[in-house]
């Protein structure tokens, strides 16, 4: 996957979509997972991700959120003796309808998709580490769904990266892969027949998540 470089992505382009952050609720998600059953079962390959992931991001456009790519470092079950890196493809998710459900739908698809958390924002304020899975290893949760760990406060650098303040936290995301934010109206009739099949489906599961808790 490329990634943009500083004499690559223009400070301009990168304002663009901090300002979308700045102004509406934001967060972040992958459906990388290492391993199946809590990281114990069999792993999953990196084509097996991609397509996790491809599928995600049509569910967040079918749902009329913004969509950027960016890569990420995590550590499944943080702290932990079962501990271990994983690099994945992220996405930063931008509420550009100020629907007010994004947070619900980014905890619904993290438990769809095995991830121990995803991170929420409120515009220009602090950003929370929310647990999306039962497994009593997975960070913050340790067996709940819905924990929240207040961060510090988020920040792009020059050249495209998308930091924690927070030291010793489990993921950092190393930098942004592309320079604009994808809407559903970005994509061809085609395209839009072929993402809206995963609407209602991702409407089901954003609404589903208190039975989930």
Known sequence: MKRWKRNEFSESSLARIWKQVSEHDSGTISAFRY?????EGQRYTRSENESKNHRLKSQLLA???????????????????DAIEVREDSYI??????????KNTL????TQYEQDSITYSKPSGEYYLISTNKCP?????????????????????KDGEFHSKIRNRPF????????????????????????KYFAEEA????YSICKLK
Do not use: H, M, W
Request: charged share 25%; aromatic share 10%.
């Open 63 to 81: 749902l009329g959120y913004g969509v950027t790519p960016i890569d990420g470092v995590y550590i499944e079950n943080y702290d932990t003796k």
């Open 35 to 39: 391993a199946r059953n809590c990281g």
């Open 137 to 157: 290893q997975g960070y913050p949760g340790k067996g709940k769904i819905g924990v929240q760990l207040k961060l510090g406060k988020s920040f792009f650098g």
């Open 107 to 110: 905890i619904a698809l993290g």
């Open 172 to 195: 950092v995301f190393e930098s942004i892969t592309q320079n604009r934010i994808d809407r559903l109206i970005d994509y061809s009739i085609p395209e839009i027949r072929s993402i």
């Open 203 to 206: 409407d089901k599961i954003q």
């Open 93 to 102: 998710v931008i509420d550009l309808k100020d629907s007010g459900k994004l």
